[in-house]
């Protein structure tokens, strides 16, 4: 099964590139084996927030077994020799409270500053608002001044992590009225 509320859609990327945004589904492992094998360290260490030399090939088959009752994804792809490539995703996982859930995203360095990024959270904020969820909350390293610059467009409030001084929570509710100055 795929992420509810989803459709394909191919996106032109800033610098004239095109993705095609789609659900992730359970069978996309290998893909997504290789698109964390495409990760520089420094990018891995921003998602993971600490250094991550192997994928956790347990953790993603959690996590891939969850669609589409408890997460979504969104992956961006490209054409490749063996058919597609992962350069993006993002994904929300309902944690205990049916009505929240925590988001990440990530981009392979290739399409960085592209606005891969900006396009995945709208795509994924959209899909959780079509699952009728009421927050979005992620975590996130002071040191990623790009993703909290990119959650700040998006408004998503930030404060400190009360218990990691290094970690920002971003939190985004999806049932108040849109700000348009604040997405300017």
Do not use: W
């Not at 099964?1 to 459709?7: E, G, I, L």
């Not at 020799?81 to 309902?94: A, F, K, N, T």
């Not at 992620?138 to 700040?152: E, S, Y």
Request: proline content about 4%.
């Amino acid at each position: 099964m795929s992420s509810p509320s989803f459709n394909d859609t191919d996106v032109v990327l800033r610098d004239g590139r095109a993705v095609r945004l789609r659900a992730m589904h359970c069978s996309d492992e290998g893909e997504l084996l290789q698109f964390f094998e495409r990760l520089d360290p420094e990018t891995r260490y921003m998602r993971f927030m600490h250094l991550v030399s192997k994928p956790d090939v347990k953790r993603l088959r959690r996590v891939l077994a969850f669609i589409p009752e408890r997460c979504t994804g969104i992956v961006a792809t490209i054409p490749a020799d063996d058919g597609i490539d992962v350069v993006g995703g993002s994904s929300l996982m309902i944690g205990q409270d049916p009505a929240n859930c925590e988001f990440a995203v990530t981009v392979t360095a290739a399409y960085a500053r592209t606005g891969l990024g900006h396009t995945l959270m709208s795509a994924l904020i959209a899909a959780a608002k079509a699952r009728g969820l009421v927050e979005m909350e992620g975590f996130v390293l002071r040191a990623n001044t790009a993703m909290l610059r990119l959650a700040n467009r998006l408004g998503f409030t930030t404060s400190a992590d009360p218990e990691d001084f290094s970690v920002v929570i971003c939190r985004l509710r999806l049932d108040a009225p849109v700000d348009r100055l604040a997405q300017a």
